[in-house]
């Protein structure tokens, strides 16, 4: 069996500057801190973000935002972090608000090998700029694209030395959609079992998608 087990420092060189990087959580809820604070030492720059939100100042990626790493965001809410909104009228940081919905269907698409999907979701506001439109059964739609990343950063409550994951309450949200549309995928684990440990039936992501596990709760 590969093992997949690494430390925080050896995730954190999986990160290059320039790269695309989705994180998981909301609200910094389901966020793996550790990596997040790996990253903020590393100093890593110029990063494209897909995240939910932007979390706070001091939690989640939000901590990104303040060392200024990311030249563009992909979320669907900044309000909790005013460094966002500061950078993006500023110019500084590229920001793209995406409803919530559109945005975890755009990842989805790209871990399912989509080519996209259409959506009513925008039309009529500025969502639909530059954006191909269909009449299907006389309504009108917007073509979304989907996402993919060069490195997935996760949270789960639980995973096993494979990689299969359970994830508790509110982690279930970007988390396992995530783990499909990332060339590589890192986990933090709150806890690492032995394969077999966790019930087959109690599995909410499979360890095919996951590359490498680094341990810990904070």
Same mark, same amino acid.
Do not use: W
């Given at each position: ?137 006389? *309504? ?5 694209? $989907? %996402?993919? =990343?060069?490195? &997935? ?5 639980? #995973? @096993? /030395? ?6 508790? *309450? ?5 988390? $396992? %959609?995530? =783990?499909?549309? &990332? ?5 933090? #684990? @709150? /806890? ?27």
């Amino acid at each position: 069996m590969i093992n997949k087990i690494i430390s925080v420092k050896e995730a954190a060189e999986k990160v290059q500057d320039g790269m695309t990087v989705m994180v998981g959580g909301f609200l910094a809820n389901g966020t793996p801190e550790i990596l997040i604070d790996a990253l903020v030492e590393k100093n890593v720059k110029d990063l494209i973000l897909i995240c939910n939100d932007t979390g706070f100042p001091d939690r989640g990626v939000g901590k990104m935002v303040v060392n200024k790493q990311f030249k563009k965001i992909i979320a669907s809410h900044v309000g909790t972090n005013p460094e966002t909104a500061n950078q993006m009228n500023s110019g500084e940081t590229e920001v793209i608000l995406t409803p919530q919905g559109t945005l975890a269907e755009k990842v989805r698409c790209g871990g399912n090998g989509l080519g996209g999907f259409y959506t009513p979701t925008g039309i009529g506001t500025e969502a639909e700029t530059d954006k191909e439109k269909k009449v299907i059964d006389e *309504k009108e739609y917007i073509l979304e694209t $989907p %996402l993919k =990343a060069d490195v &997935a950063l996760l949270r789960a409550s639980i #995973a @096993d /030395k494979k990689g299969n994951m359970v994830f508790n *309450k509110t982690m279930k949200n970007f988390n $396992p %959609l995530m =783990a499909t549309a &990332a060339d590589t995928v890192i986990v933090q #684990a @709150d /806890k690492i079992v032995e394969v077999g440990e966790i019930d087959p039936d109690h599995v909410m992501c499979s360890g095919i998608f996951v590359d490498y596990i680094v341990g810990g709760d904070k």
